[in-house]
């Protein structure tokens, strides 16, 4: 505490020039930190993957910028905002306003899309309602018309979705040689449910013993699609004949059922379930095609009678960005028609041309000229989302704001990355200040103040090592950083593998990819590179990972995230032609979430908790009082606290203040009852051990070599620092990514498994990309193929073989420029990769 003092008074003593400074910062695993960091400047803030970075910037800076700005707005107004947790933290200096851009999966709705995101909609919707050509007689439409999203412009079948959803008798009913009793309705539920549809259809008197194809087609029309939802007497468990006379002698039912149609209960549950697992269920029996009246457009038919330069606005939202400032450019200089016939219509047209442009440019800077304005944010990644966002901030021309940014250079080329600093440039030369939680040491080296975190990860970090220009850190030894910015943590060549097998594919038409050959090697470490949008995705993610997925056997079924009825991408052409005979299985590492409530976890994913479950219930005393594994969980009744629920925290709602989560008044957040948490093993209750981080558990369980076996690879992949009974809903992609590789490498290794990971790196320190290696180095020397799209150019410059696509994105990617080794693909002058390669080998 006395050297937090002192180092307050020190900074407090100091200059009062531009700096913000920061005393006692105690949030996460911070250490009651103090620091000075300067306005007006690109500061990076660094360290190993949790050391505490992001709890600085975001958490403490962030947070306590935001808790400022808040208290200047209406409390009804602040219930509109997403706020933070106050930070904890004594005092902060000369902070201005911030506006926080951080890594995130897109909008769940598919109505948000980039024009959305980048404003760059609402300009095409007022150059259409002002400056479009209306068919004779039509009356002028307000902007809010061509909106898919408003009552005014969604088109009436669809209601602005573009697709429909619907059902047919073939779908309902797959197999009409079946009677309805042997379940031919197979959308109708099974259990209880269906059974008491049939026995109403039974009271209705309809056939439910003769073949489905044999029933007149007026029953199987009303059976399967009427709306009616009649309400009978049900004898449960008699014969047709037995309820036909219990019917006729007005008998007790067993109760009243009421009868859904097959269409009704699809579509109901359909678009009213919050079980991912019956949504998935009931999207068999659908079918989603175009809507038929506006064609998959969106919107009414008023609105796309309006065209600018011979397109409807559906149309021209379908071009590539770069394709549109194209068609846009010669009515910025009036050198369009328009002028001639209508020179009212010439300056409204200029007006909006030169805002469109302005932003356009923005975003053909970053590298984002490959998106159309009509693409849906769910499909993009986190960095695409972040850099169309950092767009819009270049654009607005705010002065005197601190921007905080997590990872900016996620998912990003190092072509992209230098466009990236080009913009947060011109955000600085605006008289901004830039605060970013940054691995990649080309913006590390780009920065004019570093804030170096560490020395470890969890409980080893949360100190700030380093506080300066970029220059002084070389002389701060304990810094995991230091040793790659300055050429020190070079890891060790290995010979490389040479392919003798290939999985070739063949004629691959999907999104850009245009009948693209590719030969892939197996059992060898490929990577797959080229810029943001040329096509790596397309080819591996999605083509590759269902290819072979379904020659297996293996077809992917739909996540929470996925809606199977969304107009998803269609593969057009490409086959496997050669090579699986070497591929046994197919495992894809991705990022989505491990779990999605706080009752998921590292140790439940993993499969550690079942056996520190076990542990605990073979204990002497456990054994004494009959207590079984089950006891151990936090899900059961028996073991967890009634108060919270096994929650282990209650929520106070405070109206228009944040939420606050308070530990649970009984359990004191330990989320097991008192009698359970009795139990130990060396003094450490299962809440103890629940706490404790992935080293600390490594050593605690020195003595099982199962245990140590699965927490041992954990921290190969870098999840040292990660508390094993840390909730789901707190870990980042990459974490859950790692997670998940982690968990399959502690499975006995077959060997001819085609590993896919994309962008595995992702949030990760240079460091910790080292120990990834290692471990993705060990699946393929156990005869596994490993293939990662990768933007990495160490990780590409280690790897056997590259395949680079490209040279451009959107329209100008989707080749393969260059394949081989990677110094042949480093001396490749047509790849965009090759020059940023041959720095790194």
Same mark, same amino acid.
């Given at each position: 505490m006395d050297a937090a003092v002192n180092n307050r008074k020190k900074l407090k003593n100091g200059t009062a020039g531009d700096f913000v400074r920061v005393f006692g910062a105690r949030v996460h695993n911070l250490k009651n930190v103090s620091l000075e960091i300067p306005r007006n400047a690109l500061v990076v803030f660094t360290g190993v993957s949790g050391s505490g970075k992001s709890s600085l910037a975001f958490g403490t800076l962030y947070a306590e910028a935001q808790r400022r700005y808040l208290e200047s707005v209406s409390p009804y107004a602040r219930r509109l905002f997403h706020q933070m947790a106050v930070p904890e933290v004594d005092e902060i200096e000369g902070l201005p306003p911030a506006v926080a851009l951080q890594q995130q999966r897109g909008s769940p709705t598919t109505r948000s899309s980039v024009g959305s995101v980048t404003t760059l909609s609402n300009l095409l919707r007022m150059l259409y309602s002002r400056a479009g050509d209306y068919p004779a007689n039509q009356p002028l439409l307000y902007a809010e018309a061509f909106s898919p999203n408003t009552p005014e412009g969604a088109c009436p079948n669809c209601h602005g979705i573009g697709r429909v959803h619907e059902v047919s008798e073939r779908s309902l009913v797959p197999d009409d040689r079946l009677t309805i009793r042997e379940r031919a309705v197979a959308a109708w539920p099974t259990a209880w449910q269906g059974q008491n549809l049939r026995d109403i259809l039974v009271t209705l008197g309809y056939d439910v013993d003769r073949p489905w194809r044999e029933l007149p087609k007026k029953d199987r029309n009303w059976i399967l699609f009427t709306d009616e939802q009649p309400t009978v007497p049900v004898?449960?468990?008699?014969?047709?004949?037995?309820?036909?006379?219990?019917?006729?002698?007005?008998?007790?039912?067993?109760?009243?059922?009421?009868?859904?149609?097959?269409?009704?209960?699809?579509?109901?549950?359909?678009?009213?379930?919050?079980?991912?697992?019956?949504?998935?269920?009931?999207?068999?029996?659908?079918?989603?095609?175009?809507?038929?009246?506006?064609? /998959?457009?969106?919107?009414?038919?008023?609105?796309?009678?309006?065209?600018?330069?011979?397109?409807?606005?559906?149309?021209?939202?379908?071009?590539?960005?770069?394709?549109?400032?194209?068609?846009?450019?010669?009515?910025?200089?009036?050198?369009?028609?328009?002028?001639?016939?209508?020179?009212?219509?010439?300056?409204?047209?200029?007006?909006?041309?030169?805002?469109?442009?302005?932003?356009?440019?923005?975003?053909?800077?970053?590298?984002?000229?490959?998106?159309?304005?009509?693409?849906?944010?769910?499909?993009?990644?986190?960095?695409?989302?972040?850099?169309?966002?950092?767009?819009?901030?270049?654009?607005?021309?705010?002065?005197?704001?601190?921007?905080?940014?997590?990872?900016?250079?996620?998912?990003?080329?190092?072509?992209?990355?230098?466009?990236?600093?080009?913009?947060?440039?011109?955000?600085?030369?605006? /008289?901004?200040?830039?605060?970013?939680?940054?691995?990649?040491?080309?913006?590390?080296?780009?920065?004019?103040?570093?804030?170096?975190?560490?020395? /470890?990860?969890?409980?080893?970090?949360?100190?700030?090592?380093?506080?300066?220009?970029?220059?002084?850190?070389?002389?701060?030894?304990?810094?995991?950083?230091?040793?790659?910015?300055?050429?020190?943590?070079?890891?060790?060549?290995?010979?490389?593998?040479?392919?003798?097998?290939?999985?070739?594919?063949? /004629?691959?038409?999907?999104?850009?990819?245009?009948?693209?050959?590719?030969?892939?090697?197996?059992?060898?470490?490929?990577?797959?590179?080229?810029?943001?949008?040329?096509?790596?995705?397309?080819?591996?993610?999605?083509?590759?990972?269902?290819?072979?997925?379904?020659?297996?056997?293996?077809?992917?079924?739909?996540?929470?995230?996925?809606?199977?009825?969304?107009?998803g991408v269609e593969t057009f052409g490409g086959d496997i032609v050669e090579g699986l005979d070497g591929i046994k299985r197919l495992v894809v590492v991705d990022q989505k979430p491990i779990g999605r409530t706080p009752r998921s976890n590292l140790a439940t994913y993993a499969g550690l908790f079942d056996h520190v479950r076990k542990l605990f219930a073979a204990t002497k005393q456990a054994r004494a009082r009959r207590y079984d594994a089950g006891r151990f969980s936090f899900n059961v009744a028996k073991g967890r606290c009634q108060t919270c629920q096994g929650e282990g925290f209650v929520s106070v709602e405070l109206l228009f203040l944040p939420s606050v989560y308070a530990p649970c008044p009984t359990c004191k957040g330990a989320r097991y009852n008192a009698r359970t948490l009795e139990i130990k093993i060396r003094d450490k209750s299962i809440a103890d051990v629940l706490a404790m981080t992935v080293n600390s558990a490594f050593e605690f369980f020195t003595d099982d070599a199962s245990l140590r076996r699965s927490l041992g690879v954990l921290q190969e992949v870098g999840l040292g620092y990660i508390r094993i009974g840390q909730s789901a809903t707190e870990l980042s992609g990459g974490e859950a990514q790692r997670i998940k590789l982690a968990t399959e490498l502690q499975r006995s290794q077959r060997g001819e498994t085609l590993y896919v990971l994309d962008e595995p790196t992702t949030g990760l320190h240079p460091s910790d990309v080292a120990k990834l290696m290692v471990q993705l180095d060990g699946l393929v020397e156990s005869g596994n193929t490993v293939v990662v799209v990768e933007h990495d150019m160490g990780v590409a410059a280690a790897s056997d073989w590259i395949i680079d696509i490209g040279p451009g994105a959107g329209d100008e990617g989707g080749r393969i420029v260059a394949s081989g080794p990677p110094e042949r693909v480093a001396s490749t002058p047509q790849s965009r990769t090759a020059k940023y390669l041959a720095r790194v080998r």
């Open positions: 004898y449960a468990g008699y014969t047709p004949a037995e309820t036909k006379r219990a019917l006729k002698r007005k008998e007790e039912p067993s109760y009243l059922g009421t009868f859904t149609g097959a269409r009704k209960y699809v579509l109901q549950t359909f678009a009213t379930t919050q079980s991912a697992m019956m949504k998935r269920r009931v999207t068999q029996f659908l079918s989603s095609t175009d809507c038929p009246v506006c064609n /998959g457009k969106r919107l009414r038919p008023e609105a796309l009678s309006v065209t600018f330069a011979g397109m409807d606005i559906a149309e021209i939202s379908r071009l590539p960005l770069k394709r549109l400032g194209e068609l846009l450019q010669p009515y910025l200089n009036g050198r369009s028609s328009v002028s001639d016939t209508h020179p009212e219509k010439a300056l409204v047209v200029q007006r909006i041309t030169e805002d469109f442009l302005g932003r356009l440019d923005v975003l053909l800077d970053l590298g984002l000229g490959y998106l159309t304005p009509e693409r849906s944010t769910p499909t993009l990644s986190p960095g695409e989302l972040q850099r169309l966002r950092l767009a819009t901030q270049v654009r607005s021309n705010l002065f005197g704001v601190v921007y905080v940014l997590d990872e900016p250079s996620a998912g990003l080329h190092p072509a992209d990355t230098e466009a990236l600093l080009r913009a947060l440039e011109r955000l600085k030369a605006a /008289g901004n200040s830039l605060f970013v939680v940054e691995h990649e040491l080309d913006i590390i080296r780009h920065a004019d103040w570093i804030v170096d975190v560490g020395p /470890g990860a969890g409980e080893q970090g949360g100190e700030i090592l380093y506080c300066g220009p970029l220059s002084g850190l070389a002389e701060v030894r304990e810094s995991q950083t230091r040793r790659y910015l300055f050429a020190e943590g070079q890891t060790a060549t290995r010979s490389p593998r040479h392919p003798q097998k290939w999985v070739k594919l063949r /004629g691959v038409t999907r999104n850009n990819l245009d009948r693209l050959d590719v030969d892939i090697p197996l059992a060898v470490f490929t990577s797959v590179t080229g810029i943001s949008g040329s096509g790596k995705s397309s080819l591996i993610s999605q083509f590759l990972v269902e290819a072979v997925g379904d020659k297996l056997g293996q077809r992917k079924e739909p996540g929470e995230d996925d809606d199977a009825l969304d107009a």
